[in-house]
């Protein structure tokens, strides 16, 4: 697992002081590997909004990613958006609280799709990566 994937916190009630057993699993149930080269890469800071175009045409899936360097592997961590639009104007993903984002797209209607990608709270500058995969 990568360091700062999954964070795990247990406590117990401020007025118990009982010790606490417990057993705990975790699996991850993907491991996130650039496909390939950024189809598109920028510095951004807050506040900065990014607006990209991407035209589908007979794609039985399509995929969206964004990484960035300060993810949750570091602290503090910056908090990089990406929403996506479809065709009609209407979000059909992102903007979650993972590092990296991903959206994943079945059959995905022929279209326009506008990726915006902003820089919700980031230290500094940071460099974000956002890849494309039709398939």
Known sequence: MEPGQWKVSVGGYDSNN???NFK?????PFRWDPPGEPW???KIKTGDVYLFDYYA?????LTFDLSWNRDWSRFPTNDIDMVIY???GISVGGATCSAPEKVIIDS???GLYTIEVSGYEV???DRFKL?????
């Open 123 to 125: 230290y500094g500058k």
């Open 40 to 42: 598109v890469s920028k």
């Open 131 to 135: 890849y494309v995969t039709p398939e």
């Open 24 to 28: 705990l699993r975790i699996t991850k």
């Open 57 to 61: 045409d007979g794609l039985s899936r």
């Open 18 to 20: 009982a010790p606490m």
């Open 86 to 88: 479809g065709p009609h």
């Open 108 to 110: 995905p209607p022929d």
